[in-house]
């Protein structure tokens, strides 16, 4: 065979390798693009989903969108509260998120971020227009001492250690914190006055009222957070009280529950404790006021 008869054969394998090159470039140029388009597709969907809710919840104030990390659903961060949401804006999920393979709750490792002394957000405040849209002043800042003089005697339900230090508890029998607390609060034997608040509307409040026109409130709130709610009938003149509650929250920007307060200087503590950091609460008021 001569030499003019290899030529062919040199002729298909350059053009086969040049193929071959072209594809790999193809599938390099591909790849990039994939990996840059990436962040702006996240971006896109975080964009399209922030102008869905100010349609769909355009009362609701929205601080931050995130729709990189957690698969098929966006993160939304409205001050103090989280909830998600799919891209389509027409799914929301308000609740604990829990990352099964690294074994965490993932909401509250960003509430702690958010907020690292709010370990218990009304996350239902962001859920619709009903909690967070009815027309009135904007929430003011979280304070972190009250002056609780303003409060009337009634709407509020006293339980625990009637010799103990008065601690006045903000809560909502909705509130999953809230219940936990109950248990710590008698663990550190104090006095409680607890107040309740509707964080979760008005649900909330048929269940407060019922609860503060009961023959022994004390013991309908912890039947109410036992799951065993007492009867609704009529309300009392007492459960119009609970509106102080409402409006002494608001003022003093408690967005979530449970909220506790030293009665004895109205240094604020927020989210969920156990008995060893109650009893750590009321030996510093103790400690401030010799």
């Not at 979760?200 to 039947?223: N, W």
């Amino acid at each position: 065979m001569n030499y003019k008869d290899h030529r062919p054969g040199l002729k298909a394998r350059a053009a086969h390798l040049a193929l071959a090159l072209s594809s790999a470039a193809a599938v390099l140029t591909l790849g990039v693009s994939a990996v840059t388009a990436m962040p702006a597709s996240a971006a896109g969907m975080a964009s399209d989903v922030a102008q869905a809710l100010k349609l769909r919840l355009p009362k609701t104030p929205i601080d931050a969108i995130s729709c990189d990390t957690l698969g098929p659903l966006c993160e939304v961060v409205s001050g103090d509260t989280l909830f998600y949401i799919d891209e389509t804006a027409r799914y929301l999920f308000v609740g604990r998120l829990y990352d099964m393979e690294e074994r965490r709750d993932v909401t509250a490792a960003r509430l702690l971020e958010l907020n690292p002394d709010l370990l218990a957000a009304g996350a239902a405040r962001a859920a619709g227009d009903a909690p967070a849209g009815r027309d009135e002043a904007p929430v003011r800042a979280t304070a972190s001492r009250v002056d609780l003089s303003s409060l009337p005697a009634a709407g509020a339900i006293h339980w625990g250690n009637p010799k103990g230090e008065k601690l006045v508890v903000f809560s909502d029998f909705q509130c999953g914190y809230c219940q936990r607390l109950t248990a710590e609060l008698a663990k550190a034997r104090v006095h409680v006055e607890e107040r309740p608040i509707s964080i979760f509307g008005a649900a909330s409040r048929k269940i407060s009222e019922a609860v503060l026109c009961a023959k022994d409130p004390a013991k309908a709130l912890h039947a109410a957070y036992a799951g065993q709610g007492p009867a609704t009938g009529k309300t009392c003149k007492d459960a119009k009280v609970l509106d102080a509650n409402e409006v002494f929250a608001k003022a003093n920007g408690f967005a979530g529950t449970p909220v506790i307060v030293r009665a004895r200087d109205g240094a604020v503590l927020h989210g969920y404790r156990d008995a060893a950091a109650i009893r750590r609460f009321v030996a510093e008021g103790k400690g401030a006021a010799q």
